[in-house]
């Protein structure tokens, strides 16, 4: 157990940080799942611009790496294109 108090402060830190993360992930998750189910070509261009916008985000943040970040947005954006 931590013995500092700044240990104790970075442990509560550290709780509120991964949750945050954990739920801007999953946010992400769900708009590229929505993105891969439209059909709609207009549509799907309105989301992808959304969805680049949140990887561009969360690799920023690095809670992905930026080769996951940039090869998401290259296959969604082949996904749009081929609608």
């Not at 509560?12 to 708009?31: D, G, I, P, V």
Request: positive net charge; proline residues 0%.
């Amino acid at each position: 157990m931590a013995n500092h108090k700044s240990a104790l402060k970075r442990i509560r830190a550290n709780e509120a940080k991964r949750l945050r993360n954990r739920y801007q992930a999953k946010t992400t998750r769900t708009f590229i799942k929505k993105l891969r189910n439209t059909a709609d070509k207009a549509e799907a261009q309105e989301l992808y611009k959304t969805v680049a916008s949140m990887i561009d985000k969360l690799a920023k943040k690095n809670i992905i790496h930026r080769n996951k970040a940039a090869n998401n947005k290259s296959k969604l954006a082949k996904h749009v294109a081929s609608l």
